[in-house]
Every structure is written in C-alpha cells, then in structure tokens.
C-alpha cells in the first residue's frame, strides 16, 4: 500500500524520508524493490468480451418470452411467425450490442493520459525510462511542454505553470512552487507543490519526487470510481422494465387461463394449445421495441439539429423529465474567454462592453459612450500599456476570434483593440512575469525616450509606484483610494490587474528589478470570463421548467458566486460550498444540504461524484456537464451526462451519454425540451400500439369462451397468428411512425418536470387501452359471426367462405387500427382542433397500410404465393367492415371531450 499522506502539507524534507528517497533519486536495486511491491504506473481494466456483450443482451424478459413464442411456433411448422419473431430480437440485439461497445471505451480512454516515458534520475543520473516503472521516491525532471508521468511533491521549481483543466476544470495554467501549504482537505486545483499525473507543463522546469503512481494518482482515483460506478438505468428503461413484467405476467396468466378454458370446454388439448399460442403471439408487443427504438432515433436526429449529439438512444427522453442540471461554469455557462469589463483610470471608472475575443465594444462613462482617442489620456495610456505589456497574439479564423498565448494577457490585446490600439510590439528588453515577482516588464524604443511598461498585481505595482496619471496629467499617488478601488473590483468577481510606466533615457537597453522604482501608475484592467448572453435566457426557461440548475466549478468560491448571480444560478441564496468544507462533511451532511445549494466552487473529483449522487437520492433525475478528465466518473453516474464537444477530453466523451458540439448550455435547454418531446410521442406510440394486441387478446379469448355456444368459433378462430403477427408488426409499426413526426406542441418548457416515479400505464392509459381493444374486439366478432355463420350448415363448412370469413375480419382489425389513427395524434386534445394535413405522414400511412393489405387481400393469392391464408373478398363486403370501423374516431373522441371536461388533461 501506498501512504495516503497529504503530501502538499509536508515539507520536501518529510517527504523524502517517507518515501525512503533524496533529491538525487533511488538507486537502480531500491527502484526494483519498490516496483514489486507497489506494481506498475499504470491503469488496469477489465473488459467483457464481445461474445459475452453479446449474450447479455438476450437478458430481457420480453426476449425470453419471444424466444419460447418462436421455438413453439417453429414446433408447430409455424416456420413464418418463427422468423419473424427471430428477427425482431436479433435487431434489438445488434442495437443493444453496438451501443454498449461505444461505451466500454471510456475507461480505456484514460490509457491515451499516461505519459510512455519520462527522465529521472537513477543511481544520481539522468535517464530516461518507461513511465510504467516510477515507483514513490523516484525523482522526476520535467521541462515545458512535458506531460506528468506520476503525482509528484515539487522540491524544485523555476517559473512553473501547469495545465490541468483536464483534471481540475480549471481554465488557466496554474503556478506551481515547492513551498508546503498547511492547510487540510485541499482541492487538487489549490496543491501548489503539486503536480499531477495526466497534466502539462506549459511553463519553466521542475524537479519533483513521486508520491503516487497507477491507481494511487488522482487520476487513478477517477480510475477506480469510474469502474466502481455503475451506470444508472434511464427513466425509460425503468419504466419499460416495469411495464415489460406487467405485460409478461399479463400473458402468461391468460395463455394459461385459456388452455385450461379449452380443455373444459370440450376442446382437445392440441387445439386448446394451438389457440393459446396464438392468444400469446396476439398479446405480444412485436414491434414495441422497434417502434421505440425509431422513436428515439428519431428524437436523436432532431437533437443533433439543435448541437446535442446523443451517444445511448434512451438518454434522448431521459432529459424530459429532468429535474436538476448540474453545470460546469468555465465554457459552458460562461464563454471561456477573458473580458475585460472594467477600467479604472484617470479617476474615471469605465465599463467596457463586448464579450470574449471579438475585438468589438463601446467604453461607457457614467451611462455615456465615450470615444477614448478624444480627451481621455489616462484611458488611452492604461489600454496602451496593457497591449505592449504583452505576449498574446489576437487570430481570425472566418470570422471567429481567437488567442494564441495567456488568456489573461489575450483580454488586455483585445480591450485595446476595441479602442483602435494596434501599435507595433517590437520590444528591447523583457522581464518575464514569475509567481514570487508578481509582475512583467517590458522595455520599448520611443521617440525621445523609452518606456517601460509593467503589468501585475495591483498591490505589487502600486508598491513601485511613486505618483500616477490623472486627467492628463501626473500627481502624487492616491493608495488608499486605489486600493479600496481594487478591492470594489474584486468583490465583483473580476481578476484585477494593475498597470503603470515609466520613461528612460533613450541609451537605455536593458530592464532590470533595480529600474522598476518611482513609477507612474496608469490604472487598473479588470477581466472577467463573462456569461454566454443566452445561458441568462435558458437558465430563465429551466426556471419554469421546473429544472433547478445548480453550478459545480473548480474555479474561487467568489467568482463562481458572482458569475451565478448574474445568470440568475441560486436567486436569494447566499451559500457557496467549497470543496474543502465538502472534504470535512460527510455523505448525511451533505445529503441535507444539496436541496438548498446551487454554486460549489473549488470542487475535486470525488466532490462532483458525491454531489450527484446525493442529489439523486433525493429522487432527482440529474443531468451533469463535464469536459476533464475529473468530470468522468460523475458523467458516468449521472443520469444523463453531458461532455463538451469542443473542450471536452476523450475520457468525458466517452462516458457522457450526450455530446454537447458547441458546448453551450442554452444547447442542453433545447434538448431537454426535445426530451420531453420524446417522451410524450412515446406514450402515443404505445397508446397507438398496445390496443391492437388488447384487441386481437379479446378476439382469440372470446371465441374460446363461445365456442361451446357457436360452432363457427369452434372450427376456426377469427383470425390465424400469421395474420395477427402482420398487424403487430407491419401495420402497428407503418401506421405508428407518422405519430412521432407530430409537431412539438406549444409550453413543453412551461410544465414541471414529470416526476422519475410516474408509470407510463396509469388508470387514464389502461382505460382508454380498453375501450379501444373491446370496440377492435367487437368489429371482428360482429364481421366474423357475420360472414362465417353461412360457411358452417348442417352439410359441413365451405373453407372459401370461411377463409373469406377470416380474411374480413383480419382486415376490419387494421380499419379499425387506421381510423384510431387520426384520433391517436394527440391523447387529449381534439383531431378537429387541427388540421389532418399538418402532419402527411398521417395519410401517407394509411395510404400505405391500406395498399399493403390489399395485395395481401387480392394479389398474393393471384399468383399462388399465400403466406397469410387469405382470400379475395368480394366488393360489397367491403361497406359493413367500413361502417364497423369508424366507430372507434367518434368513441375516442368523445372520451377525450368528456377526460377535459371532468378529468386531468395529460398532454
């Protein structure tokens, strides 16, 4: 076991003898030693093979039950319903198979973050080695531009700055040092002697002895929860899962009532088998699963429209009843850009306007727009010594605006800019900005004289100061009223920096710590990564949605707090809960408060994981965003996670659910509210759906229950399993796809979320499957008895007629299917309140299901291909099956008249 010390906390000192190591390394033996005991710097996973996937997917009850309808129905040379069922669970298979491969990816994409190899010393030496064989106490060497192969205390570092936005969320490099910070339960975005395995150093050179390598890095923690975490069952499935055991135990108690009813009636156990058989194959919802499926392909498609790409088909309706959106803050609520905001100069205060890298924006001074060029020296200076000050470079790429060096120095180009500032750069001397100066100092050529220009922390350079520019002219320095100035700034979140000059003689080449005294000072720049200007709107909209947006942030408690304020995140709340007060509370703590915070700022991986899980144990349905590498293991938990398409590391992608492509959460609003689009065409496609079965159950039940009292229902029943398994299938499937093109109806965004408990079958649902499966029901029977009576005389049974007999009924069962159509678009509103050709697809259908069942009807037997045992009928048996059909439009309307009227309304 590795020591779980925190390693920040302990001087360079205490950790070197804790890890039996020394600045000049291990020796090569004590490196062996420690490799068999603490194993290789690597991540290990254990994956399913594709065979074993494969077989899972048959783990469903409804496939069981297919797989024993199509082994019986193969028994008994049934060889066309057995294939038929065979491929609809081969396809749900596939799908099933395909979509869990895309997800066993995740974790290996965290293999691509280890480094190959690295340069330690050995025996005293330098040597370059497999980063798999770091052990603790080996010494690591890194320059910019490496990435770090291991978790490492730093006991050396000159100009150090690290990337670790994949690990910790944050969006600027971070300044490393080696000195020990005695504080407890740090975030790894605060361990500043540390470095972390999976990051980059974007800056300077650094020496740092290994403290955790494999499963024992933070990104090895990520690791483990990612494995340990399993991933949660959409709301769909659930209720999918609810209602396939309903409908099985449904079946199975019918079949079995059925064939015992036979038996007493008299019938012989072959026949009361056979018609139970077929009672089954009627009550089996075939083409449900491909139904859903294409419905939620559907919904995927339209999704992707509007920059949500859906990686798990049942996350598209997931989002619907979303109730809690957890958020990044940095790209996703807020453009990732540095703004400036605001500037303080010449003892004017001026606002700037614009955001992110666009160099376009008015200067505003006391609610008036300003030209800077006229009359405001003081302003034009700042602005000026901000851009020469600098080493960012402002890129056009088609229009879009980007920076190539440091942010922070990219928003003091581009506030320049907006004033027409673009001067030559050239410079004659630099002092590079360093942690423990504060500051940055170029040198320029001027006409007479040349300048000095010095950027830094406001409390730096007004130390170097000695007066400063105001309205043109220099007077003495005012420090208080600067720094309470700075200190205004900074209580609005904004990252202050404070700029000042001074002119040398023109033989004057160099800059050095001795020349920066006695300078004038010229104002302060405050910048901010502002919000997304319509994430205000969409957090708006969420609001009345019923969705309670809350912001987890790795960025300073103040920030995240203002950023929240003024995108409307947490209104009338005043906590901010940091991840070192998370570090101290534990799961019960934090389970009663994760109800009343929305901001959590300075968070570690663990925190985000913990966050979400308690948030769903108060019976939320959670959409989480992410896009490092620390964000994967709660993305994984979630019940929809987001990774950010543009931002987002391999590893978040992999284990989100959704892809955001323009990382932009006004994005996942409009998805949720295509979510509950989903959703409500789902529950019309099984309202749609299930009625045939019911009725077609009614049909074969009934005529089991009448044959001792009619003998037509004796020597056939009304409809053979080949014909039901054609309804099931095709007609329910060609007639139920027109629904899902039904237009998005009007206040989806105005509804409260539906609660994740909430059954798909409720009283409402099984009433209006009812009557729709009795009036199906009672067509067939009355068109059967109607026309099969005559085939069955003392003298014996004319097949033709009765095959006609049956053929009548199998089609009265599709007219009555059809004419539930035009009612079926909506399950409340009335098909008179809209137009039948606002969506074709309606007709189309119809048209189509029609025209199949007539060349089943009249052209298949013309040519003797006969699969559904059918016969031409004659024209005007055609008018009774019509007239017994329409019926069900008028039935359903009315029950929808009378449900707004005296019930609730659902959709």
């Given at each position: 076991m590795q020591k779980q010390e925190k390693w920040y906390q302990l001087s360079t000192e205490h950790v070197f003898d804790a890890l039996e190591s020394s600045t000049t390394g291990l020796s090569t033996n004590e490196a062996k030693a420690k490799l068999e005991t603490y194993g290789y710097n690597e991540l290990k996973f254990k994956k399913r093979s594709p065979l074993i996937r494969f077989i899972m997917q048959f783990n469903n009850p409804l496939v069981y039950v297919l797989l024993v309808a199509a082994l019986v129905t193969a028994f008994l040379d049934m060889w066309m319903d057995a294939t038929v069922i065979l491929a609809v669970v081969l396809a749900n298979t596939v799908i099933g198979f395909i979509q869990e491969g895309k997800a066993e990816a995740?974790?290996?994409?965290?293999?691509?973050?280890?480094?190959?190899?690295?340069?330690?010393?050995?025996?005293?030496?330098?040597?370059?080695?497999?980063?798999?064989?770091?052990?603790?106490?080996?010494?690591?060497?890194?320059?910019?531009?490496?990435?770090v192969p291991a978790d490492l205390r730093l006991f050396y570092a000159k100009n150090v700055s690290a990337d670790e936005a994949a690990l910790t969320g944050e969006s600027v490099p971070v300044r490393k040092n080696a000195d020990p910070i005695p504080k407890p339960d740090l975030a790894p975005a605060d361990q500043r002697c540390m470095a972390f395995s999976g990051t980059f150093i974007t800056r300077g050179s650094t020496k740092g002895v290994v403290v955790g390598t494999g499963e024992h890095?933070?990104?090895?923690?990520?690791?483990?929860?990612?494995?340990?975490?399993?991933?949660?069952?959409?709301?769909?499935?659930?209720?999918?899962?609810?209602?396939?055991?309903?409908?099985?135990?449904?079946?199975?108690?019918?079949a079995v009532l059925n064939f015992i009813m036979a038996v007493l009636f008299g019938f012989t156990p072959t026949y009361a088998f056979l018609a139970s058989v077929?009672?089954?194959?009627?009550?089996?919802?075939?083409?449900?699963?491909?139904?859903?499926?294409?419905?939620?392909?559907?919904?995927?498609?339209?999704?992707?429209?509007?920059?949500?790409?859906?990686?798990?088909?049942?996350?598209?309706?997931?989002?619907?009843?979303?109730?809690?959106?957890?958020?990044?803050?940095?790209?996703?609520?807020?453009?990732?850009?540095?703004?400036?905001?605001?500037?303080?100069?010449?003892?004017?205060?001026?606002?700037?306007?614009?955001?992110?890298?666009?160099?376009?924006?008015?200067?505003?001074?006391?609610?008036?727009?300003?030209?800077?060029?006229?009359?405001?020296?003081?302003?034009?200076?700042?602005?000026?010594?901000?851009?020469?000050?600098?080493?960012?470079?402002?890129?056009?790429?088609?229009?879009?605006?980007?920076?190539?060096?440091?942010?922070?120095?990219?928003?003091?180009?581009?506030?320049?800019?907006?004033?027409?500032?673009?001067?030559?750069?050239?410079?004659?001397?630099?002092?590079?900005?360093?942690?423990?100066?504060?500051?940055?100092?170029?040198?320029?050529?001027?006409?007479?004289?040349?300048?000095?220009?010095?950027?830094?922390?406001?409390?730096?350079?007004?130390?170097?100061?000695?007066?400063?520019?105001?309205?043109?002219?220099?007077?003495?320095?005012?420090?208080?009223?600067?720094?309470?100035?700075?200190?205004?700034?900074?209580?609005?979140?904004?990252?202050?920096?404070?700029?000042?000059?001074?002119?040398?003689?023109?033989d004057k080449k160099s800059v050095g710590p001795e020349d920066l005294n006695g300078l004038t000072f010229l104002g302060l720049q405050g910048m901010i990564d502002p919000p997304r200007a319509e994430v205000i709107e969409a957090v708006q909209k969420c609001k009345h949605a019923g969705i309670r947006v809350v912001m987890i942030t790795g960025d300073h408690a103040q920030t995240a707090k203002a950023i929240a304020q003024r995108i409307g995140i947490g209104e009338g709340e005043d906590t901010v809960l940091t991840g070192e007060e998370l570090s101290r509370m534990s799961d019960e703590q934090l389970y009663e408060v994760v109800d009343t915070v929305s901001v959590y700022a300075r968070v570690a991986p663990e925190h985000k994981f913990r966050i979400t899980k308690q948030i769903q144990k108060r019976g939320d349905v959670t959409a989480v965003t992410g896009d490092g590498v620390n964000d994967a293991p709660a993305l994984k938990a979630a019940d929809i996670g987001i990774a950010m398409g543009i931002t987002g590391t391999e590893v978040s992608k992999e284990a989100a659910d959704m892809i955001l492509t323009d990382d932009n959460f006004a994005s996942i609003v409009s998805a949720v509210e295509e979510g509950r689009h989903v959703f409500e065409n789902i529950r019309k496609v099984i309202l749609y759906t299930l009625p045939t079965n019911g009725g077609q159950t009614l049909l074969i039940l009934g005529a089991i229950m009448l044959a001792p009292f009619i003998t037509l229902f004796g020597v056939r029943l009304p409809v053979e399993p080949v014909q039901i398994l054609w309804i099931n299938l095709i007609d329910a499937v060609a007639l139920a796809l027109p629904i899902i093109r039904e237009p998005k109806e009007k206040g989806l965004l105005e509804r409260a979320p539906r609660d994740p408990k909430e059954r798909i079958t409720d009283s409402p649902f099984f009433k209006k499957v009812g009557i729709v499966s009795l009036a199906m029901a009672i067509a067939g029977f009355v068109i059967y008895y109607y026309y099969g009576m005559p085939a069955c005389t003392d003298s014996g049974v004319n097949e033709l007629l009765l095959t006609q007999a049956q053929t009548a009924t199998f089609t009265t069962v599709m007219l009555v299917h059809i004419c539930y159509l035009f009612t079926a678009r909506s399950i409340t509103k009335s098909a008179f309140t809209f137009s039948p050709f606002s969506n074709k697809w309606v007709l189309i259908g119809a048209a189509v299901a029609i025209g199949l069942q007539l060349a089943i009807i009249y052209a298949l037997p013309a040519i003797g291909v006969n699969p559904f045992r059918t016969a031409p009928l004659p024209a005007e048996w055609w008018i009774p099956m019509i007239l017994v059909s329409v019926p069900i439009f008028f039935i359903i309307e009315l029950e929808k008249f009378l449900t707004r009227r005296f019930g609730k309304e659902d959709v």
């Open positions: 995740s974790a290996e994409a965290l293999k691509s973050m280890m480094t190959p190899e690295c340069t330690v010393l050995r025996d005293g030496e330098r040597r370059v080695i497999a980063a798999r064989e770091l052990v603790p106490g080996d010494v690591v060497l890194l320059e910019e531009g490496d990435r890095t933070e990104i090895g923690r990520i690791a483990v929860l990612m494995k340990e975490t399993r991933k949660i069952t959409t709301p769909l499935m659930r209720k999918m899962g609810e209602f396939t055991r309903f409908i099985i135990i449904a079946i199975l108690v019918i077929s009672l089954a194959v009627a009550a089996i919802p075939e083409g449900l699963p491909a139904i859903l499926t294409i419905t939620l392909a559907f919904g995927v498609t339209k999704m992707a429209e509007r920059n949500a790409l859906i990686k798990r088909l049942p996350a598209a309706e997931t989002l619907g009843c979303t109730t809690v959106i957890c958020s990044d803050k940095t790209g996703t609520l807020t453009k990732n850009q540095m703004t400036v905001a605001w500037i303080h100069s010449g003892g004017g205060d001026y606002n700037v306007s614009g955001v992110g890298y666009n160099p376009v924006g008015e200067f505003i001074l006391a609610d008036k727009t300003i030209n800077p060029a006229q009359g405001r020296k003081g302003l034009i200076e700042t602005l000026k010594a901000g851009y020469m000050c600098n080493n960012a470079t402002l890129v056009e790429d088609t229009g879009q605006y980007g920076i190539v060096g440091d942010p922070t120095e990219g928003a003091l180009v581009v506030s320049a800019r907006k004033a027409g500032i673009s001067t030559d750069r050239s410079k004659l001397d630099e002092i590079p900005f360093a942690a423990e100066q504060q500051y940055m100092a170029t040198m320029h050529k001027g006409e007479s004289e040349n300048v000095i220009y010095v950027k830094g922390s406001p409390e730096r350079i007004l130390m170097m100061c000695q007066n400063q520019l105001c309205d043109g002219s220099v007077v003495p320095l005012r420090t208080d009223e600067l720094e309470n100035k700075v200190n205004e700034m900074a209580g609005d979140a904004l990252r202050v920096l404070g700029i000042a000059y001074k002119r040398v003689a023109k």
